[in-house]
Structure formats: C-alpha cells, structure tokens
C-alpha cells in the first residue's frame, strides 16, 4: 500500500482545514430508478470525509459526476444525502450564483455542485474549465477512487492548480485492493453488465492474467454475435471490437444458454436458437450451473457487473451468483454501481473479503497496479 501510494498527501496531513474551502471530488454516479437513488453504497461510503471535513471547519463544496440511462443530474442524490448531512444544492458548477453560494458558506457548511459532465470541459480535461473550477476552493481533495480510471478535468488537472490530497473512502480502496494485486490462482474473473465501452477492453487484458474469464451481461452478447448468432433485440455495442481473434482463448467462457424475453413469454435457449423478436436479459440455468463449477474450483474471485438486466427484474441468477461466491472459500473482491445495486437489497455486502466501490476503476487497478486519478495526486503542482 504505501509503495503503491508514495508522493501523496492523505487529508489527514493537511496542516489546517479550519474555514478552508474544499474542493471535494466524490464519486456520487449511483443507480436512479424513478427519480430516486436506486442504491446509496456509494453516497454512504463518502460520508466520513464529509463529516471528517466539517468536524474540522472547512466548507466543503462536493463536486461529482453522474451519468445514469435515468438520470444526468444530481438532484436525486442531493434529495438522498440532504436527509443523512445537512446540504444545499447548486444548479450549475461555475456560474456566478455558485460562487456567490460558496462565498456565503459558513466553517462546516456543504454544498453539492450539479453534474460536472454537463461541461464537455470535464471529459475533455480542459485546463481552462479545471481552473474556474480551482477558483471556488483553497484545497482539493480526491474520494472519487471509482472514476479516478478516467483522466477528466476534475481527477487530472485539479490537483494541477491546488495543494491536493486523498480521502479516507480513496485510502481504503487502495489499501483494501493492494493486497490483491497478485491474486492467488485459479483466478476467476466474472464480469456483467452493459458499459462495453470500458469493459471489453478489460476481458481483453484479463485473458492473459485470469484462469478463467467468464463474460455475461450485456458484454456477452458481443462475443454471441461474432459467432454468428442472431440476437434479436438483445442490448449490442453496436462496435467492432474485433472480438472474433479472441473466441479460440481456452479461459474465455461464455454462458452456454440465455435467458430470453419475446412476446410470448420468458424462455431459456442456447445462443444458436435466439430468434429474432428474442432480447436475451439473463444467464440461463447451465450456465448457472457451469458458473458455481467455476466458483467453487477458484481460490480468488474478482467479479463486476450483474449477470442480468436487474432494472427489467431479471435479478435472481446474480443473486445466486452472490451466494455462491459468499459460500466458497474464494477470496473474493466485488464492485460496481449496478452489482451493489441488486445486492445491497439482500445486506450481502459485508459478506465479500471486499466490496469495492468502483467497478472500471477496480478492474483497471487490479490489472495495472495504479489509475491516473492517483498518479495525477502524485505529480502536484
Ligand atoms: C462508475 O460508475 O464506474 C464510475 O462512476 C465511472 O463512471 P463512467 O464509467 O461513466 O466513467
């Protein structure tokens, strides 16, 4: 851990916090359903450094993306904390009635600053929008471990323009995931879910450094369809990952039937049998069985995204895989915005050796050892 964190600051260090605006980077891009947080790990896990910050008199302006089907605004996460941490909330990031608000701000007072991926300035990691951003705060401080794999202004050149430090919730992540960082084999990576943009390049790294690589989701669906196989309205990329050079890898497995929806009704089929008004929402049962084969043959198992479309109620077979891996004697490391989101609803969560916050971000540490978000902590001005 501390090799792995070596040249920056954790909070804990900062001299004096006492009537300092803090410029606080959490990551609060939770699952919304209906116009309200679907799942709170996220936000509850971030709480400690608020309360750490206003116990010592700063005034804490959070800042954070969110970028749900459902939601881009951060008003239903204001609505979720405002009942935990007293708060208020303002509509844009830099305007002049935001920085009036934080001008205002009394020692212990918080604000929450609306979406920063509102301005394109964050994605691109532009310097200018960096620093009207820089000019709101005396210090910057990073609890965002779960979006410190994207080099966004907020996570690169904030810590350009301020004296920058980690938080407690950046800390445990890091000292957590450190001691998996070579993982005892035979090592199961399961992965689920639909953000393919960041995801397939992972399966493609994981299968040099995993046993097995076992792909469901939504990610599946790629590989199915490079195989030739009709998807109907199934969820694709839509991208040419050239995922054909990797069917032939003998750690690649792919669910070996689905779960389908048409408008008959719900059915189990092989891959090969998927018609086309089918949308393939879930593992079906051998692949279930074929799974627990795996989890329970594993000695480390390092799992991101649900199995199924869970939003669509499809949820079960994720929450067998959850029981399954709590009763091996696997470690077992967890993440992902969606995976808590089914669940947390079961208080599973303490269960795995570790629930991590992060999904993207989790699986690119592990794979190689740091994230720009940190090394940018590092290379402070
Ligand atoms: C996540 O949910 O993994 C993080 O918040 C990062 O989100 P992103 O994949 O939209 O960058």
Redesign the pocket.
Known sequence: MEEIIRGAKSIKEAESLKGKRVLLRL?L?VPVLNGKVEDDF?IRKSIPTINYLKERGAKVVIIS?I?EDESKTLKPVYDHLVEKIPLTFAQDCINKETQDAIEKMQEGDVILLENL?LYEGETKNDINFANELSRLADIYVND?F??S??E?ASLISLPKLLPSYYGLLFEDEIKNLSTVLNPSKPFLFILGGA?F??KIPLIIEYLEKADYVYVAGALANDFFKVQGYEMGISKLSGKDYKLEDYLDRKNLILPKDVTVKNKDGIFVKKPSEVESDDMILDIGVEAMIELKELVSKSKFILWNGPLGDYKKGFRDRTIDLAKAIIDSPAKSVVG??DTFAVISKLKLEDEFDFMST????LLEFIYSGTLPGLEALKNQA
């Open positions: 990551d891009n996220r993306h970028w991926r965002a779960a979006v794999h994207r966004h953000k943009e960041t992902g915005g992060a999904g993207g971000a």
